[in-house]
Nanobody
Framework: QVQLVESGGGLVQAGGSLRLSCAAS????????MCWFRKAPGKAREFVEA????????YYADSVKGRFTLSRDNAKNTVYLQMNSLKPAGTAVYYC??????????????WGQGTQVTVSS
């Protein structure tokens, strides 16, 4: 079963950028679609972005479209979330997840432990 470890979170000022990484092990990475979610305090978990197995089929939440970019490197077993023009509303724990389905929404159910992103105003 795939195991996921996120990194790259931290404190950033509004308008700044961060790049999150999610490293996978214990499975064939290229066989998984990858998703990013986030959970802010007091709010429900929110879908952010997802990408299919071979970087086809990328989907974004409207709230991040044009600011966040998801990419994957199958050779490094890693998926990245480049976050630009960050807003205080983006403060949350960000989770990556792997999904076995070929088709969106990919059934992303294998979760990492999350990484905290805090955006100050």
């Amino acid at each position: 079963q795939v195991q996921l470890v996120e990194s790259g979170g931290g404190l950033v000022q509004a308008g700044g950028s961060l790049r999150l990484s999610c490293a996978a092990s214990g499975g064939t990475f290229s066989h998984y679609a990858m998703c990013w979610f986030r959970k802010a305090p007091g709010k429900a978990r929110e879908f952010v972005e997802a990408v299919g197995r071979n970087s086809f089929g990328t989907y974004y939440a409207d709230s991040v479209k044009g600011r966040f970019t998801l990419s994957r490197d199958n050779a490094k077993n890693t998926v990245y979330l480049q976050m630009n023009s960050l807003k205080p509303a983006g403060t949350a724990v960000y989770y990556c997840a792997a999904g076995s389905s070929y088709y969106y929404p990919y059934n992303c159910q294998h979760w990492g432990q999350g990484t905290q992103v805090t955006v100050s105003s």
